[in-house]
């Protein structure tokens, strides 16, 4: 027996007992159980006889040796199994010397739990009959049969070093999709096979390797889930194929991180995957990467994005029987055929919390120059490794996708071997620069061929074939934040605020016993009253005179002494008085001198004749004298008062009303918002970021307060306070758009386009999904018009105007379908008043419906190019301004709703940085929103001229008029002009707000004459108003003055005809 090495340890495994066994011959058969490991025969157990029950006890123990310097290794427990072979003894017929035997089934013990940490388990196998084995059960209600097996190891195979700084990596190939027609399942055999290289140790790249795929032709779709197999050929139990607790489950397209997840490709997948040809493969491999390989791996994604996955066919070859194969010289690139790649971008997994990308990957020719330039990889797995390939391709000779050429003690066999690793994997040496000519070709490898020289990859291309793969990690490369870590972080920078408990004592509790004192007195002096005199009044009633009151008055106070009652009364207020004397005076020492008490004493009589007229006219009101009205101002009217003094750039008296506000409510966040908002516009940034953490120590699940802290720390150059701010906020809400564009933002800062690209895709695909969500949730409705906001339906109470604050998330408007122009209009009237507000909702928006019947005066007016959808940024969005009269508005884009947002708290010097993203989006760009915030950010900072410039370029664009009618106001004040005035007067036209648009219009007029267009409007709000004259006089000066618009002249044309007049020459 060989000594065992020093590093070596072995992995004892013990087959103790079998259940619901049976076998060909009896009742009651003997059978042995055959342990088997990466080839090789472990060992085989005693002949036992099963008995009656179904049970047998083998008790067989064997053993491998793992030994990480050589030998099996740590990716060898990975993705090998141990197999578990039961046979069936035959019975001895008449003359027959050996034994016949017949296997019976097959069990796989998955060893993956060792490369967890453990030094032991148990598993109840199953055991996988053979086809025509009696072990396949006749019913389902029958119970499989299955083997005990235990697995230990002396001590942990994983140090603890290993544990924390290893990974395990499974790669799933599923299938490739859409394959070429000359792909025939007849013909000579073909293995389809697809490789990748991921980083091992040191400069070694370790090669995983999927063959034999199975071509299938269409017609039904692949079910799922289905179980993963291993990688392993020559399993003899079909069932043993089937890796232990690991299936493929798909799932929605859109949730893919391939290259085919955009809703438009969501058609040609069900094609590709239900009818055309396609190749399954369904393995799954994994390999162990230490520390050090995992630094690697990190590292190689960071360095190169893409990564290549490589494709071939490859002609089958058998094997003669009794003959070994030989490592004879081929020419291996004439045995690969249609050899292509997919680029895989692997960037996903260096995102925090990241362990799993999975989806869909276009097949591309495999040329040299341009796998090079997109992957930075000069080594092809199929080409320069290709006399392994193509020699181990014989059929039955496939035991992993990593297999080993048999070792021989030969020396001249041993330099074959060491040409590369005996596992696959090239050798440092092997790795060449693309100048190096390459040991399977003399041709160098910077030298491209040109495209026809790769005809059968480029059918690829032509079919649109594409593969769908699955990585996995058993840990994420970037650990995530734990949301409960980010709440504490944020306690600890802003302490929740607790509510402010009532004192049950102190002075106002003083004086509020005093009122009760006075009042139950009262009440005892009137019963008394009543008693002695009762009578008179009511025989008297209104005729008693002053005398007769004056002697009750007098006979009271004597019947008051005599009795005690006046003594009482004394001694019943004086806890009263002493209260107040402390609680409000504070007075719980002796006085100095007689002077200063007397003092005291005039004081506090004058203080408590006071509260007793306060607490008697509380019990007795004065019905004679009328009561004073009062001038109750609420909450919301202070804050409008606060918005029409910004507005007058009275920021003194605004932000008295702010103030106060706060005073009446200190426990209401959206006052402290609202008061943080103006402080910004007032650029006061120390007392914006206070507001907004005194916001946030009310609430602290509060997003608007995450992120309005999270602004204000990067205006405050805190940047690691943002990161917190913004993180926490899309933990407590993933679906938010605008946290995780900000987060996005936030790493743009600081130059980490890693995670500033993991944030921006997070933000579009949710935009994605609520933009699908709203068309599902239209196309159910029959006869209605549905406007959604984020997510769905919440009560109007809950909307607040700094967004749902009592645990809703989203809104949404429903009305019924209109049956003619009346009811829109209504419903444009609503949806004006509502976003009229001032402090309206950051992404209360709403998306027009192309069904809404447009009015005959707005059919022609000025359309501009569709912009394509060249990029991935944001194609739509399911929340837009709601665009009336039939004007095409460009869909929302992340930046743009994050923009709103800005704007709403008045963070201009955060809003430029996301308009340079809005202006370089495909989806984006100078659109007429863009231009009308870029010009309020110019009248924030008074620079008029520029303000102008924006409206003019807004005002030749489509309108979102509404918001248009705002920012045309706030130009005319202040700085009125021609254009200013015409904008606000094109909007209050299109609004259907003709006598603001006449006004508008005629000061526009004022200021230039000579302006055509301000004539055509003019023109066209006299003739809706029916004015024959003005309308006739207001077309001839647009005639004269030669309006260029081809468009609004048509506009004119058709509404003189509708009318009847307006144009003399009719």
């Not at 065992?4 to 009742?27: A, H, W």
């Not at 008693?531 to 209104?542: P, T």
Request: charged fraction near 25%; aromatic fraction near 8%; glycine fraction near 6%.
């Amino acid at each position: 027996m060989e000594q065992m090495s020093s590093t070596g340890r072995p992995v004892q495994i013990t087959v103790t007992d079998g259940y619901d066994l049976k076998g060909f011959k009896g009742e009651t058969p003997v059978t042995f159980i055959r342990a088997e490991f990466n080839q090789m025969v472990l060992g085989d157990s005693a002949k036992v006889t099963v008995s009656a029950e179904g049970t047998a006890k083998y008790n067989l123990t064997s053993s491998f040796e793992f030994n990480p310097e050589g030998g099996i290794t740590l990716d060898d427990i990975a993705h090998k199994p141990v197999f578990l072979t039961m046979t069936e003894v035959l019975p001895k017929e008449k003359k027959q010397k050996d034994e016949k035997t017949l296997i019976l089934g097959q069990a796989v013990v998955d060893l993956l739990p060792l490369l967890e940490g453990e030094s032991s388990f148990e598993t109840m196998a199953p055991l996988h009959p053979v086809p025509g084995s009696p072990l396949e059960p006749l019913r389902s209600s029958v119970k499989q049969c299955s083997l005990e097996v235990k697995v230990f190891v002396a001590e942990p195979l994983l140090t603890t070093a290993q544990i924390l700084g290893g990974n395990l990596l499974k790669v799933t190939l599923e299938a490739a999709y859409s394959v070429p027609e000359s792909f025939i399942p007849v013909g000579p055999l073909q293995n389809y096979m697809i490789g990748l290289q991921v980083p091992s140790v040191g400069e070694k790249d370790y090669s995983i390797l999927f063959k034999n795929g199975t071509l299938k032709l269409g017609g039904e779709r692949e079910p799922v889930p289905r179980p993963k197999k291993w990688p392993i050929a020559n399993i003899l139990a079909p069932g043993a194929n089937n890796i232990p607790d690991a299936f493929i489950i798909g799932g929605p397209y859109e949730e893919e991180d391939g290259e085919l997840s955009r809703p438009e490709d969501r058609e040609f997948r069900n094609q590709a995957e239900c009818i055309k040809k396609r190749i399954i493969w369904d393995l799954e491999s994994r390999c162990y990467l230490d520390p050090p390989a995992v630094v690697s791996f990190q590292k190689r994604i960071a360095d190169c994005r893409f990564w290549p996955v490589e494709i071939t066919r490859v002609p089958l070859t058998i094997a003669p029987k009794g003959k070994a194969a030989k490592f004879d010289k081929v020419d291996d690139e004439s045995q690969l055929s249609f050899h292509g790649v997919a680029y895989v971008n692997m960037v996903p997994l260096l995102y925090p919390g990241v362990k799993r990308i999975r989806g869909a990957f276009h097949v591309y020719p495999y040329l040299d120059s341009t796998v090079y330039e997109k992957t930075k990889c000069s080594f092809s797995l199929f080409r320069d490794t290709g006399h392994h390939l193509v020699q181990n391709n014989k059929i039955g000779g496939i035991n992993s996708p990593l297999s080993k050429p048999a070792v021989s003690k030969n020396v001249k066999e041993d330099k074959t071997v060491k040409e590369k690793d005996i596992e696959g994997k090239p050798r440092p040496g092997d790795m060449q620069p693309p100048s190096i000519k390459s040991q399977s070709s003399d041709t160098p490898l910077e030298v491209e061929p040109p495209l026809s020289h790769n005809p059968e990859g480029q059918q690829y291309v032509e079919a649109g074939t594409y593969i769908v793969l699955e990585i996995q990690l058993d840990k994420a490369l970037v650990p995530k934040r734990m949301p409960e870590e980010l709440a504490r972080r944020v306690k600890e920078m802003i302490p929740p605020r607790p509510p402010l408990t009532r004192r049950t004592g102190g002075a106002q509790k003083a004086v509020s016993d005093y009122h009760t004192q006075v009042k139950n007195i009262s009440r005892a002096i009137l019963d008394e009253y009543h008693r002695m005199f009762g009578k008179q009044v009511a025989k008297l009633g209104s005729d008693m005179d002053s005398e007769t009151l004056e002697e009750q008055k007098c006979q009271l106070n004597y019947e008051l002494n005599c009795s005690g009652k006046y003594f009482a009364f004394k001694e019943q207020l004086k806890h009263a008085v002493v209260r107040i004397v402390r609680e409000k005076y504070l007075k719980t020492t002796s006085f100095e001198s007689q002077e200063e008490l007397q003092t005291f004493i005039s004081e506090l009589y004058v203080f408590l004749v006071d509260q007793m007229h306060v607490a008697l006219n509380q019990t007795m009101p004065d019905d004679i004298q009328g009561t004073v009205p009062t001038i109750y101002t609420s909450s919301e009217q202070l804050r409008l008062f606060a918005f029409e003094a910004e507005v007058n750039e009275n920021f003194e008296m605004a932000a008295v009303y702010y103030e106060e506000r706060l005073v009446r409510e200190p426990q209401n966040l959206e006052h402290w918002l609202d008061y943080g908002a103006f402080c910004l516009l007032t650029e006061d940034n120390i007392k914006a970021q206070e507001c907004f953490q005194k916001a946030l120590s009310l609430n602290q699940n509060h997003i608007q307060s995450l992120l309005l802290c999270g602004v204000l720390a990067v205006l405050m150059e805190n940047y690691e306070q943002a990161e917190i701010f913004f993180e926490d906020a899309t933990c407590l809400e993933p679906t938010n758009v605008v946290a995780w564009t900000l987060l996005g933002l936030y790493y743009e800062i600081q130059n980490n386009d890693i995670r500033m690209e993991m944030a921006f895709h997070e933000a579009f695909k949710q935009l994605q999904a609520r933009m699908l969500q709203a068309q599902i949730m239209k196309q159910r409705s029959i006869g209605t018009v549905e406007y959604i906001e984020e997510g769905g339906k919440v009560e109007e109470s809950s909307l607040g105007p700094w967004g749902i604050t009592n645990g809703s998330s989203a809104t949404a408007i429903k009305v019924e379908a209109p049956a003619g122009p009346s009811i829109l209009d209504d419903f444009l009237e609503e949806s004006s008043k509502q976003q009229s507000d001032s402090r309206e909702h950051i992404t209360s928006t709403q998306s027009q419906d192309p069904t809404i019947s447009q009015k005959p005066s707005n059919i022609l007016l000025k359309e501009m190019p569709v912009k394509k959808e060249t990029s991935k940024c944001q194609d739509s969005s399911a929340v837009l301004y709601p665009s009336p009269y039939g004007v095409s508005q460009t869909p929302a884009t992340i930046f743009m709703e994050t923009i709103r947002f800005l704007m709403k708290v008045n963070a201009v010097q955060y809003v430029h940085r996301v308009l340079a993203h809005e202006l370089l989006c495909p989806q984006g760009g100078p659109s007429c929103e863009y231009y009308l915030v870029l010009a309020q950010t110019h009248l924030l900072k008074k620079d008029f001229a520029k303000a102008e410039e924006c409206l003019q370029q807004a005002a030749q664009m489509d309108y979102l008029y509404e918001k248009a009618k705002k920012t045309y106001l706030q130009a005319c004040k202040r700085s009125p002009s021609c254009l200013t005035w015409l904008g606000l007067g094109i909007a209050c036209y299109r609004l259907e707000e003709l006598t603001e648009a006449e006004d508008a219009l005629s000061e526009a007029n004022a200021l230039n004459n000579y302006n055509a267009e301000v004539w055509a409007y003019l023109a066209l709000v006299s003739l809706k108003a029916g004015r024959q004259l003005e309308a006739e006089q207001a077309y001839k000066y647009t005639m004269k003055l030669k309006l260029k618009d081809e468009t609004l002249l048509a506009e004119i044309h058709m509404v003189q005809e509708t009318v009847g007049f307006g144009n003399p020459s009719f």
